[in-house]
């Protein structure tokens, strides 16, 4: 079965510093990793996903994810991060197997927040 | 990216009542449309798998005579909470894919139900 994990509750980083979001993996097959962010009462935003190619996937807002297969990570960054990226973030891995085919599993959700 | 609607944004019902609420892909075909139950500060829960012109695929747990789902052409999706109670108040969340191997999830923006 696949699964993700998202070990941080909350993230709290200081605007203008580098920030990262922790997510590890455990998936049968070639992995296939998303990050979507979310603001309150809203539903999903898509960030960037990892299907194959460069271990350093770029996405929306500056924001970059790096697949480690041997770590079996796929960590969120940010060079230098916003008070605006306050938000919740969520990892997932798509299943691409058998009955499972299409559904997503999704992490736990790190708060991010970001201070002035 | 891909826009996904939902209708009501919010909506209040007394309790035995039923709500319907309606999930549209507005610039693209979704073979699949996913049904999310959300609780708050929590991760997404899998409601409900639905493909297009078939029944709906419901996870363990999931009351399907409760949660009534009905995925009637490629463009549109409906929940309908029959006989609601108070603890059926959730954010609902659906999703959609067109159904290629690497296609991300697109959200709606949620529909906040209150059961008084």
């Known amino acids: 079965a696949q699964s993700v994990a998202q070990p941080e509750d909350q993230v709290n980083v200081a605007e203008g510093n580098p920030l990262t979001v922790k997510c590890t993996y455990s998936?049968?097959?070639?992995?296939?990793l998303f990050w979507y962010v979310q603001y309150p009462n809203r539903g999903l935003q898509f960030l960037l996903k990892y299907i194959t190619g460069d271990n350093l996937v770029k996405g929306s807002y500056g924001f970059e994810a790096e697949f480690n297969k041997s770590q079996t990570s796929f960590h969120l960054k940010k060079p230098s991060a916003l008070v605006s990226d306050s938000a919740l973030y969520f990892c997932a891995v798509r299943d691409v197997e058998g009955d499972n085919f299409n559904k997503f599993y999704f992490g736990s959700g790190t708060k991010l927040n970001v201070k002035p | 990216g891909a826009v996904v609607s939902q209708h009501p944004s919010r909506v209040i019902c007394k309790s035995g009542t039923s709500v319907k609420i309606e999930c549209r892909s507005l610039?693209?075909?979704?073979?699949?449309m996913f049904w999310y139950r959300q609780f708050p500060k929590q991760s997404l829960m899998l409601m409900a798998t639905?493909?297009?012109?078939?029944?709906?695929?419901?996870e363990q747990g999931v009351e399907k005579d409760k949660f009534l789902i009905n995925h009637a052409s490629l463009t549109l999706s409906t929940l309908t909470v029959t006989s609601a109670h108070p603890e059926d108040s959730s954010f609902y969340i659906c999703s959609a894919s067109s159904g290629f191997t690497y296609n991300e999830q697109f959200f709606g923006p949620g529909t906040r139900l209150t059961v008084l």
């Open positions: 998936v049968s097959g070639n992995p296939y």
């Open positions: 639905s493909n297009e012109g078939s029944k709906a695929t419901y």
């Open positions: 610039d693209f075909q979704a073979t699949t």
